[in-house]
């Protein structure tokens, strides 16, 4: 079954790409001369930034439009980031604005002094851009590990605060005409922040701003209102395990989470949190993780370090499934929790067979896991695929 074993290496080259969402420095793949600097080829004619701080992560989107400014067509644009950043940043992909359709560009880390300030990401259109010729690009990515509580401490029932510092010009390598960054937050409540934004609702506005420098910096720091769990899994290993002959696809998950929010000034109160059981309030605890499963799952299970969790609920029917895990107790800020999850599902909705050899191709999604309203950010992902015996 050799589409099989080039299935599997294809996930493995997905993995290594998935553990770029790390806080690990990033590895490089093109080693630059120390004295590298972008060239000054193109320029940006117009760019918007959007932050969104909807959950536990930053999410970013930047549409610019570049143009050719040189004699020459050229095709390699850069992003610059902080060296302390762009270990963060996870998730980065460039399409063509104008035809999202088309297949990503060509992305890589760039290394050209390990003790430079700035660390570059390089960027292939996949077609050149001739001289004076403009070409909108879509750049999205994530920041992990970028949002401190403050207050640090608070108390169990307390709201929780985040404070996320950047710059309101958008990272670049080369001028730009102008730009404006957006920022969308989960709530109106921002008690604190600088530079004066235009404010609208929940959305602030900073800009328009006009030829700015390659590389210039404007610090700015919002600090909002985050009343949920900001969940990170520091480790997850995920096996699929294939029986051919049984016709099953047998799937487990080993979470290591921690609640990177804000820690309790005071000892647990298990009185105080019974109390708030029955009108639900917000709380920056982990009480619960839902996960989608596909409709056809069978047999879930849900373990941690102590044993079996009986806490946990599988609802399924002929649209969806979902299985439910309630931790034995709330996660709160710097609290750790560690569990593995597994269940079956059918072979026959994930493999196919090659009509003109005697090859099967499998067909799995990377990642599954806990789909919530604050998200869940992911610093390191083995995916394992256990082949049937014999498999070649």
Request: hydrophobic share 35%.
């Amino acid at each position: 079954m050799r589409s099989l074993k080039r299935i599997t290496i294809c996930v493995g080259v997905f993995a290594t790409i998935c553990a770029a969402n790390s806080t690990a420095p990033l590895s490089s793949h093109i080693i630059l001369p120390d004295n590298f600097k972008p060239p000054q080829v193109f320029k940006n004619v117009n760019l918007l930034r959007n932050i969104n701080l909807d959950k536990g992560y930053i999410k970013e989107r930047i549409n610019v439009v570049i143009e050719n400014i040189d004699e020459k067509q050229q095709k390699e644009y850069y992003i610059p980031f902080n060296t302390e950043v762009i270990g963060k940043v996870g998730g980065l992909e460039v399409r063509d604005k104008k035809d999202p359709e088309k297949p990503k560009f060509q992305t890589e880390v760039v290394e050209y002094d390990p003790y430079s300030p700035t660390q570059f990401f390089k960027i292939t259109l996949p077609e050149p851009l001739q001289k004076s010729s403009q070409q909108t690009l879509s750049i999205s990515y994530h920041l992990l590990s970028s949002l401190i509580p403050l207050p640090a401490t608070i108390k169990q029932d307390d709201k929780q605060y985040l404070l996320y510092t950047f710059s309101t010009y958008s990272p670049s390598a080369y001028l730009t005409q102008k730009q404006k960054t957006k920022i969308k937050f989960p709530t109106v409540e921002i008690p604190d922040f600088t530079s004066e934004p235009q404010r609208q609702g929940s959305t602030f506005t900073y800009g328009p701003y006009e030829n700015t420098p390659a590389g210039a910096e404007q610090d700015a720091s919002v600090r909002y209102e985050f009343t949920k769990p900001v969940i990170h899994a520091t480790r997850l290993e995920r096996d699929i395990e294939i029986s051919q002959w049984g016709g099953n696809l047998a799937t487990e998950e080993r979470y290591w989470l921690t609640n990177k929010g804000a820690s309790l000034a005071s000892h647990f109160s298990r009185v105080t949190w019974a109390t708030t059981q029955y009108y639900n309030p917000p709380t920056s605890a982990l009480r619960m993780l839902n996960m989608p499963l596909n409709i056809e799952s069978l047999n879930p299970y849900f373990i941690d370090d102590i044993g079996n969790v009986s806490t946990s609920r599988f609802r399924t029917n002929r649209h969806e499934a979902t299985l439910e895990l309630k931790p034995r107790y709330p996660v709160f800020g710097g609290w750790n929790y560690s569990f593995r999850t597994g269940w079956d599902a059918s072979l026959k909705g994930f493999l196919r067979t090659l009509e003109l050899s005697d090859g099967h191709v499998l067909k799995i999604p990377f990642l599954e896991g806990p789909k919530m309203g604050e998200g869940v950010s992911y610093e390191k992902v083995e995916l394992r695929v256990i082949l049937p015996e014999g498999a070649t």
